[in-house]
Nanobody, 118 residues
Framework: VQLQASGGGLVQAGGSLRLSCAAS????MGWFRQAPGKEREFVAA????????SYADSVKGRFTISRDNAKNTVYLQMNSLKPEDTAVYYC????????????????WGQGTQVTVSS
């Protein structure tokens, strides 16, 4: 399974970005992020059908995960961005069902950099 994340960039605080990840509709998908000097952390996840979603407390109400299985794409809409959201964002896939843990995912894409300036 090859995952391709895109959509990162530089944005001012309060701005928005939408990340995309090309993936098969058979997989539950997750977004994780890793800031410099920090461990990779969970951001959001969505079941293969899109019916179940999960978010980290730090992004609830600001980020929305969604998917379009007809296009084999998962999205992460990020609004009200903060400087602390600056990180490399990774998408990941699993056949084992939605998970918030790194070990719950079998396939990882390359990261896309998100930088939020204050």
């Amino acid at each position: 399974v090859q995952l391709q994340a895109s959509g990162g960039g530089l944005v001012q605080a309060g701005g928005s970005l939408r990340l995309s990840c090309a993936a098969s509709s058979s997989y539950a998908m997750g977004w994780f992020r890793q800031a410099p000097g920090k461990e990779r952390e969970f951001v959001a996840a969505i079941s293969w059908s899109g019916g179940t979603k999960s978010y980290a407390d730090s992004v609830k109400g600001r980020f929305t995960i969604s998917r379009d299985n007809a296009k084999n794409t998962v999205y992460l809409q990020m609004n009200s961005l903060k400087p602390e959201d600056t990180a490399v964002y990774y998408c990941a896939a699993t056949l084992r069902g939605i998970s918030s843990g790194l070990s719950g995912y079998d396939y990882w894409g390359q990261g896309t950099q998100v930088t939020v300036s204050s």
